[in-house]
């Protein structure tokens, strides 16, 4: 079996020649040899091609497709509905339109939120996943005030209605004084369920609340049914306080 004497940006391999001093193109069975794809000239470890759309998508592997602009695709049989600066690697993952600016890895994924990390190594696609969601606002009142993914407006924790799902959130939440420089955190569970079409709240224990003795700040869940059915995540802080919040959530979810 020849040597491979190396592999340029494009995936195009070449072979270490029979005299040991040059290159070579090599030959099917060399190529076949390590596994690599041969398009009967030249041997590929792999292929970097643009998409058809000419969006500056950048994709290495075979069998992706792509809808939107650019994304950034590694890996095989992988679908990009639309949207923008996705980053997919590994193979039989789906990236749904709204899922901009997120980040897709493993097997059998799927991709449905804003900025998100989602990761997946299930055999059965669109079955579960690990995700996580940050999102963050601020608040000057004791009123209760929604916190968006990156603090995008609207960029929220949809449900998608098509599959019936069970989530389990982990969750982190700090909140920052931005005058005394103070903190308020809370570590917690909430576990909803989409059900006969219905989006409802499991529960929600407030595990461990660590602060400095002056603030009196909240967060809390709800599941909102809708014409898009949603958990709503919102902070509370204190009267002419500004706060600065973030949320993290990492949520396991399973649906059938």
């Not at 950034?72 to 639309?82: K, Q, S, T």
């Not at 993914?149 to 982190?172: C, H, K, L, P, W």
Request: proline share 0%; charged share 20%; hydrophobic share 30%.
């Amino acid at each position: 079996m020849r040597k491979i004497s190396s592999i340029d940006k494009t995936g195009k391999v070449l072979f270490v020649d029979d005299k040991g001093t040059g290159t070579t193109i090599g030959t099917k069975t060399d190529c076949n040899a390590y596994g690599y794809d041969y398009n009967g000239r030249f041997c590929y470890a792999f292929k970097t091609q643009k998409d058809d759309n000419k969006d500056d998508n950048i994709v290495q592997g075979f069998g992706n497709s792509l809808s939107g602009k650019l994304h950034n695709v590694n890996g095989n049989g992988n679908e990009v509905l639309a949207g923008s600066n996705a980053n997919i690697l590994g193979s039989n993952n789906l990236v749904h339109a709204n899922a901009s600016n997120s980040v897709t890895v493993g097997k059998g994924n799927y991709t449905e939120h804003y900025g998100s990390f989602n990761y997946s190594a299930s055999n059965t696609a669109n079955r579960c996943k690990f995700m996580l969601l940050q999102l963050s606002g601020t608040t000057t009142n004791a009123t209760p005030t929604e916190l968006y993914i990156g603090g995008e407006v609207a960029q929220r924790f949809i449900i998608n209605s098509d599959f019936e799902s069970a989530y389990a959130i982990d969750y982190t939440a700090v909140g920052l004084n931005a005058a005394s420089n103070e903190v308020w955190t809370n570590y917690g569970h909430a576990t909803f369920k989409y059900v006969n079409s219905t989006l409802t709240e499991v529960g929600h224990t407030k595990a461990t609340t660590i602060r400095d003795s002056a603030l009196d700040y909240d967060i809390e869940f709800a599941a909102i049914n809708g014409t898009e059915d949603y958990i709503e995540i919102k902070v509370e802080g204190e009267a002419s306080h500004t706060v600065y919040w973030n949320v993290i959530l990492k949520v396991t979810e399973v649906r059938v």
